[in-house]
C-alpha cells in the first residue's frame, strides 16, 4: 500500500477526466472500501423493510425491555424493525438534495465562472450571503414555520442550503477550463455560449464534481438525521434514524441500543460517503496511481 | 452537520491580493474593499433574516399558545408590540435601525430587553468554542505532525482514514456516543449534561464542560489536522526544505524550523474559518448537552416564535461568520510574505 | 377512586355546612403548627422553621423564554411550580383533592348560592409584611375575572358580578353571581388564583405564599428564599431553587448526577432506570388525562356512529401500557373522576372491533381515513397514544395518519376535526365549563354543535344552580351518560401523576392533585 501525495485540500485541482477514472478509483483501497459500506447500508435501508420482523408501528412488548435483538423503544416498539424501516426516508432525501444542489449549485457556479466580471461579482456575492448562514439555521427557521414539512420540502431546503457550496467548487473548476483551448476554440467556431457550456465545459468538470457531490451527501445525511434529531418531521408515526434517536434519547441509559443502533448505522453511512468521496477525489488528484 | 469545506477555499482565492498599486494607497483601497464587501454581505443577511423570521406565521398566537382564545388584553399588546399592522418594508427599516442603535428589542415571549437575555449566552457559547479551539489547535496540529513524520507509511494511513472517518459523523452523534461511553451507558464519570445555577456559568463546574468541549474538537480538529498535514507535506516536498535537508540540518528542526513556519499559515485561517462555524454549528451540540449558549437558545427562541430573539441571535452568528472570515484574510495577507509584497509594491 | 387517609365519606363533600366546617378543623391545624413552628424557630435562631435549612433545587419540566411570574397568567409547569411558592387563593386543593381555606378562613354561601361571604385569615401577610385586606381581594377577582378574563377566570368571569361584589368589613369580602354556582368553593380554590396585593406588579412579585421572591431568569432558572413570617407551616429549606429544563433527559440526569434534587413528571418509561439509580419515585393517582378530541360539527365525526366506532377502537389497556407504562386507571371516556358526581356506574367502554366495524359500516364510513393531529407540546403520551392508536385504528381497517403540528396550541388549534389534547385533575362543572359548555375556552369538541347539546346544557345549568349535592350529582351524571354514549371526547384513561425526588429529600406526601404534592416544597427536608 503505498498512499502517495494524499492531499487533503478541498479543492483538487482539475484533471482533464480519463476513461479509466473509474478503474482507477477500483483500485483505491479507500473508495473500493467507502463504496462497500456506503452499498451495504443503502441497501439495508432500501429492503430493510422487505425482512423486518416486525411491523413498523407494531407494539412488540413494554418500552424499553429487552425482547428482541436491539430490544423495544419508548413505545414498545421494536428497534431492529424500525431500524430497518427508517433508513428509506433518510437516504432517498439524502440522495435528492445532493442531486439537487449539485445540479443547481454546477450551474450557478459555471455560469459565474464563464460570465465573469459583474456576473461573477454579484453571483458569488449573493452566494456568500447564503453561506455565511449556518445550514441547521436556515433549516430550523424555515421548518418551523411549517406545520409538517413534506419529504420534497427537506430536499428542497437541503438541497438549496448545500447549493452555495457546490457553487464555490464550480465556480473553481470552471475557472480554470474556460481558459482552455477547447473552449476558446468552440467560441471562435461561433458556438452559441449556452451550447459551449453544456456541451464543453460541463463533461470536463465530471471528476471533481463528484468528489463534491460524495463530500456533499456526506453532509446531507448529516443534516436529515439532525433535522429529525430537533424533532421535526415529516410523519411523526413513520420510522426515521434521526427522529428514533429524538425518540429514545431519554432511554440512552436504560436501553441504549434504541439510540445507539440508530446512532451506528448515521455514522456507517456517513463514514462510506465520506470515504467514497475522498477516494474519488484523490484519483483525480493524482491520477490514481496505486 | 459536520465540518464544512468551502468557505476555506473561497478564502485562498479572496486573498489574491489587489496588483499594480502603489504602498499604502493600495493597503487602504483593498482593505476598503473587503470591509465594504462584509458590510453588504451582512445587509443581505438581515435582510434574509428579516424576511425568514417574519414568515415564521402569527407569532402573536404562537406565543399564547393555549390562551390565545382567552386572554385578549396579551392578544392586543403583542400585535401592537410587533407592529404587525406596518408593512413588511416599514417594518424592516424600523428594525434594521434600531438595530444599528444597538436596541435589540423586546422579547415577546417574556417581555424583557433581548440583549440583556442573549448576554450571557453569547458568553457561554464564546467560552466553549474558545476552550474547544484551545485544546482543538494543538491535538490538530499534534496529529498532523505525528502523521508527516510517518507520511506515506502505514501509521499515516491509519491516522488518515480514522480522521477521514471521524470528519464524516454528525457532531450530534458524537456527542451521543460520548455520553453514551463516559455518561450513562459504560462508564459514569463525566456529567451527560450542564446545568448551571443561578448566575452560575457552565465552567463553575468544569466537569460538565469536559463533553462538549470534546464534541466540538472532535468535529473540527480531524479536518484541521488534514489541512495542516496536506501543507505541511507540501512543504516538506520543495526544494527549499530539501536544501535544508542537504545542509545536513536534521529532520526535526527541518520539520520545527522551515515546514511547521510555513504551514502554519493555511493554518491560521482554516482555523479561523473553523471558529465561525463552530458560531452556527454549536446548535446541535449544545442541545445535545443542554448547554446554556446561542445556539440553545436559538432553538429555544424558534420554537417559541420569539421573532426579536430569533433576528438578533441569527444576525449575530451572521456577523461573526463573516468578521472572523475577514479576520482570517487579513491574517494570511499580513502572514503571506508573498501576498504582502504583492499588495505594497 | 381512592381515598388516601379516608377522612371524608364521599358524597358528603363540598356541601355547603362541610366547606365551613373545613376551614374550621383547617384553621385548628394551622393553628397547631404555628404553635410548634414557633418553638422551632425561636429555638433554632438563625436556622430557621425548625427544619434542616439547605437549598432544594427543583427541575422544572419544560420553561423556556416565555416563562412568567405573574400569578394568574401561569402556562407550563415551570410556572405553575413557581405559583405554588409565591402565591395562594382563597382556598386550595389538598393532596387528597379536597378543599380547604387558605387565605380564606372560610368561604360560605347563601341558601341560593349567589351570594357568597368570604372570611379573610387573620395574620396573613403579603412577602413586603402588609396584611391581606379585603381590597386585595378584589383587585385579585378584578384582575383574574374582570373585563379581560384571565384563563384562570373563564369561568368566574361570566357569572360573577362586579357591582355587588365588595368589601363588607376590614376581614370580609361578599362575591355576588349573576346566576347561582354552587360549587364556588372549586374555582376560588384554584392555584391561577392566587391573592395578590392592590399595587401588585408581576416584575417584583408579591404574594403570600411560603416563599418570597428573589430572582427571576426566564427559561433558566428562578429563586425564592423562605419567607419567615408566613402564617401556615413555615418552609424547612432556606431556598428553593426552580431550574427549567426544555429537555426531559437533561433533567433526568441531572436528578442521577444529584444536581436538582426533585423532578416533576418524570418520563413513566424511565421509573425503572431512577429507582435503579438511587432516587425514589413519587406516584399519585391524579385525574390528568390526555384525551383523543374529535369535533362532533366535522364530517366524518358529525355522525355519532363513527364516534362511537373510534372509542371502540381504542385498546385503553395498551395505551396504559404503551403510552404510561402501566402507570395509569383505564378511562371510560367521561372527565373528573374525583368529582363526587362521577358516574362510576355506566360500564366500562372496551375495545371491540367487530362493534366498530358494523358501526362504521352502518354509518357508510368503511375504509375511512382521518388525520390525527398532535403534537409535543401537549406532552410526550400524546405523540406516544397517537402513534399506538393508529396500529389499534387499523385492525377496523380505519387508516390514521399522524400530524404532528408544531406548535399545536397555534392557529388551528380547537379546529382540528381529531386531535389530542391535556387536562389536568379538575372537578366536573369546571371542567365543563372551560372544555364543552358554548363559550368555553377550549371547547375542542364542539360539543355545543351537537343534537344532544340543548338538553345537555340545561342539565349541567341547572346542576350548578342547585345546592342540595345528592340531587346535583344525579342531575351531573345524567349530563354524562349523555357525554358518555354520544360525546366527542375519546378518555382512555387517567395518568398516574409520577416524580422523582433523590434520595436525600423527605417529607414529601404524594398529591391527586399537581405533581410532588403540589409543589409542597415547604414539606421537604433535605439530608446530607
Not at chain 1, 186 to 204: H, T, Y
Not at chain 2, 297 to 318: G, Y
Not at chain 3, 511 to 518: A, E, I, M, R, T
Amino acid at each position: 500500500m503505498s498512499a502517495t501525495a494524499d492531499r487533503a485540500t478541498p479543492a483538487p485541482t482539475p484533471a482533464p477526466a480519463e476513461r479509466s477514472t473509474f478503474q482507477k478509483m477500483l483500485r483505491q483501497k479507500r473508495f473500493v472500501f467507502g463504496g462497500i459500506i456506503t452499498l451495504a447500508v443503502a441497501l439495508f435501508a432500501l429492503f430493510g423493510p422487505l425482512f423486518a420482523p416486525y411491523g413498523e408501528n407494531e407494539v412488540v412488548g413494554p418500552p424499553y425491555s429487552s425482547q428482541g435483538v436491539f430490544g423495544t423503544d419508548y413505545l414498545g416498539q421494536d428497534v431492529l424493525s424500525r431500524l430497518m424501516y427508517g433508513g428509506t426516508e433518510v437516504l432517498i432525501i439524502a440522495l435528492l438534495a445532493t442531486v439537487l444542489s449539485t445540479v443547481f449549485g454546477t450551474l450557478i457556479g459555471v455560469i459565474a465562472a464563464y460570465g465573469g466580471g459583474w456576473w461573477d461579482e454579484v453571483i458569488m456575492r449573493l452566494n456568500d450571503v447564503l453561506l455565511s448562514f449556518p445550514q441547521i439555521l436556515l433549516a430550523l427557521v424555515v421548518l418551523t414555520s411549517i406545520a409538517q414539512p413534506k419529504a420534497w420540502m427537506l430536499v428542497v431546503l437541503v438541497g438549496l442550503s448545500n447549493a452555495p457550496r457546490t457553487a464555490r467548487i464550480a465556480r473553481g473548476v470552471a475557472l480554470g477550463l474556460v481558459s482552455r483551448d477547447f473552449v476558446h476554440a468552440a467560441e471562435a467556431l461561433g458556438e452559441k455560449r449556452s451550447r459551449v457550456i453544456v456541451a464543453e465545459v460541463l463533461p470536463n468538470m465530471n471528476a471533481p464534481l463528484l468528489a463534491e457531490a460524495g463530500l456533499r451527501l456526506t453532509f446531507s445525511i448529516g443534516l436529515v438525521a439532525a433535522i429529525g434529531f430537533l424533532g421535526i418531521t415529516t410523519d411523526p408515526s413513520a420510522a426515521n434514524w434521526g427522529q428514533m434517536i429524538n425518540e429514545n434519547r431519554l432511554g440512552l441509559a436504560t436501553q441504549a441500543w434504541a439510540v445507539l443502533a440508530p446512532v451506528f448505522v448515521i455514522a456507517l453511512f456517513t463514514i462510506g460517503t465520506n470515504l467514497t468521496a475522498d477516494g474519488i477525489a484523490q484519483v483525480n488528484q493524482r491520477g490514481g496511481d496505486d | 452537520m459536520s465540518v464544512d469545506v468551502a468557505p476555506v477555499e473561497h478564502a485562498f482565492e479572496e486573498v489574491a491580493p489587489p496588483k499594480g498599486r502603489h504602498g499604502a494607497a493600495a493597503w487602504v483601497s483593498w482593505i476598503a474593499r473587503r470591509l465594504g464587501l462584509a458590510v453588504l454581505t451582512l445587509w443581505l443577511v438581515s435582510i434574509l433574516v428579516f424576511v425568514a423570521t417574519t414568515a415564521l406565521g402569527d407569532p402573536v398566537r404562537a406565543i399564547l399558545g393555549k390562551d390565545y382564545n382567552s386572554d385578549k388584553a396579551r392578544v392586543a399588546q403583542l400585535t401592537a408590540q410587533l407592529n404587525l399592522d406596518e408593512s413588511l418594508v416599514t417594518r424592516y427599516f424600523h428594525w434594521l435601525g434600531n438595530f444599528l442603535t444597538g436596541d435589540f428589542g423586546t422579547s415577546i415571549a417574556n417581555q424583557q430587553p433581548v440583549a440583556g437575555q442573549i448576554g450571557d449566552n453569547v458568553v457561554n457559547t464564546l467560552v466553549l468554542v474558545a476552550i474547544s479551539a484551545i485544546v482543538m489547535i494543538p491535538v490538530a496540529f499534534g496529529i498532523a505532525m505525528i502523521s508527516t513524520n510517518y507520511r506515506r507509511r502505514r501509521p499515516d494511513t491509519v491516522i488518515q482514514t480514522i480522521l477521514l472517518m471521524l470528519a464524516a459523523l454528525p457532531e450530534f452523534v458524537v456527542g451521543i456516543l460520548l455520553v453514551a461511553i463516559f455518561s450513562t451507558t459504560v462508564f459514569h464519570w463525566l456529567p451527560a449534561v450542564t446545568i448551571s445555577g443561578p448566575g452560575q456559568h457552565p465552567w463553575n463546574e468544569p466537569k460538565t464542560m469536559i463533553l462538549p468541549v470534546a464534541t466540538l474538537v472532535l468535529a473540527v480538529a480531524p479536518y484541521v489536522s488534514r489541512i495542516v498535514r496536506a501543507n505541511l507535506l507540501e512543504v516538506l516536498d520543495s526544494d527549499y526544505v530539501e536544501l535544508a535537508r542537504l545542509k545536513g540540518i536534521p529532520e526535526r528542526v527541518v520539520m520545527r524550523k522551515h515546514a511547521l513556519l510555513n504551514a502554519i499559515v493555511p493554518g491560521i485561517q482554516v482555523i479561523a474559518l473553523q471558529l465561525a462555524w463552530l458560531a452556527g454549528g454549536v446548535v446541535l451540540v449544545e442541545k445535545v448537552f443542554n448547554y446554556p449558549g446561542v445556539g440553545n437558545q436559538l432553538v429555544d427562541s424558534v420554537q417559541n416564535h420569539d421573532v426579536p430573539m430569533v433576528q438578533a441571535l441569527t444576525l449575530i452568528i451572521a456577523g461573526v461568520y463573516v468578521v472572523v472570515n475577514l479576520v482570517a484574510d487579513l491574517l494570511s495577507i499580513l502572514l503571506t510574505p508573498r501576498a504582502r509584497t504583492a499588495i505594497s509594491s | 377512586m381512592t381515598n388516601d387517609n379516608g377522612s371524608t365519606p364521599e358524597g358528603a363533600r363540598f356541601s355547603r355546612r362541610q366547606v365551613f366546617q373545613y376551614s374550621g378543623i383547617a384553621a385548628a391545624a394551622v393553628g397547631g403548627a404555628s404553635l410548634l413552628d414557633a418553638c422551632g424557630s425561636d429555638s433554632g435562631g438563625g436556622g430557621g422553621g425548625g427544619g434542616t435549612g439547605g437549598i432544594l433545587v427543583h427541575g422544572a419540566t419544560g420553561g423556556s423564554a416565555k416563562d412568567t411570574l405573574d400569578a394568574h397568567r401561569p402556562v407550563q409547569n415551570a410556572d405553575i411550580a413557581r405559583c405554588f411558592q409565591l402565591y395562594e387563593p382563597l382556598l386550595y386543593w389538598d393532596h387528597n383533592y379536597e378543599v380547604q381555606s387558605a387565605v380564606a378562613e372560610s368561604v360560605t354561601p347563601s341558601a341560593d348560592a349567589k351570594t357568597w361571604t368570604i372570611k379573610l385569615r387573620q395574620g396573613v401577610t403579603f412577602h413586603n409584611g402588609k396584611d391581606v385586606t379585603p381590597e386585595d381581594v378584589l383587585f385579585t377577582l378584578q384582575r383574574v375575572a374582570g373585563k379581560e378574563p384571565t384563563s384562570a377566570g373563564v369561568a368566574l368571569a361570566p357569572i360573577i358580578d362586579f357591582d355587588g361584589t365588595k368589601k363588607v368589613d376590614a376581614s370580609t369580602v361578599v362575591i355576588k353571581l349573576k346566576t347561582p354556582y354552587a360549587v364556588l368553593q372549586y374555582l376560588l380554590a384554584e392555584y391561577t388564583l392566587g391573592v395578590v396585593p392592590a399595587d401588585y406588579d408581576p416584575a417584583k412579585p408579591v404574594g403570600t405564599g411560603p416563599f418570597k421572591y428573589k430572582s427571576f431568569s426566564p427559561g433558566k432558572n428562578s429563586v425564592f428564599v423562605r419567607y419567615d413570617d408566613y402564617w401556615g407551616d413555615k418552609a424547612k429549606v432556606d431556598e428553593v431553587h426552580i431550574q427549567d429544563f426544555a429537555d426531559p433527559s437533561a433533567q433526568v440526569n441531572a436528578l442521577q448526577a444529584g444536581q436538582v434534587q426533585t423532578i416533576d413528571n418524570l418520563p413513566y418509561n424511565l421509573i425503572n432506570t431512577v429507582k435503579g439509580q438511587a432516587g425514589q419515585i413519587i406516584e399519585a393517582e391524579s385525574g390528568a388525562w390526555v384525551p383523543f378530541t374529535m369535533r362532533v360539527d366535522s364530517a366524518p365525526f358529525t355522525d355519532v356512529r363513527v364516534r362511537q366506532a373510534m372509542r371502540l377502537i381504542c385498546d385503553r389497556q395498551q395505551m396504559i401500557d404503551n403510552a404510561l407504562s402501566g402507570k395509569g386507571r383505564v378511562g371510560n371516556d367521561m372527565y373528573a373522576p374525583f368529582d363526587p358526581a362521577y358516574a362510576k356506574d355506566l360500564p366500562q367502554r372496551e375495545q371491540d372491533i367487530d362493534q366498530a366495524k358494523s358501526l362504521l359500516k352502518a354509518a357508510g364510513q368503511e375504509g375511512l381515513q382521518v388525520q390525527l393531529f398532535t403534537g409535543d407540546d401537549i406532552g410526550s403520551v400524546a405523540p406516544a397514544s397517537a402513534a399506538l392508536f393508529v396500529e389499534q385504528a387499523k385492525k377496523a381497517g380505519v387508516d390514521v395518519k399522524v400530524v404532528k403540528k408544531n406548535p399545536f396550541y397555534g392557529d388551528d388549534y380547537l379546529s382540528y376535526p381529531f386531535g389530542q389534547d391535556f387536562w389536568n385533575t379538575r372537578n366536573y362543572l369546571p371542567q365543563a365549563a372551560v372544555g364543552v359548555l358554548k363559550g368555553g375556552t377550549y371547547n375542542e369538541t364542539h360539543w355545543d354543535k351537537a343534537p344532544e347539546y340543548p338538553k345537555y346544557a340545561q342539565l349541567v345549568a341547572s346542576a350548578a344552580a342547585e345546592v342540595d349535592e345528592t340531587k346535583r350529582n344525579s342531575i351531573l351524571q345524567d349530563a354524562q351518560k349523555i357525554e358518555y354514549d354520544s360525546g366527542g371526547y375519546i378518555i382512555w384513561g387517567f395518568r398516574t401523576q409520577v416524580d422523582a425526588v433523590s434520595q436525600k429529600v423527605q417529607g414529601l406526601k404524594p398529591s391527586k392533585f399537581q405533581p410532588l404534592g403540589n409543589y409542597d416544597f415547604k414539606t421537604i427536608s433535605i439530608s446530607s
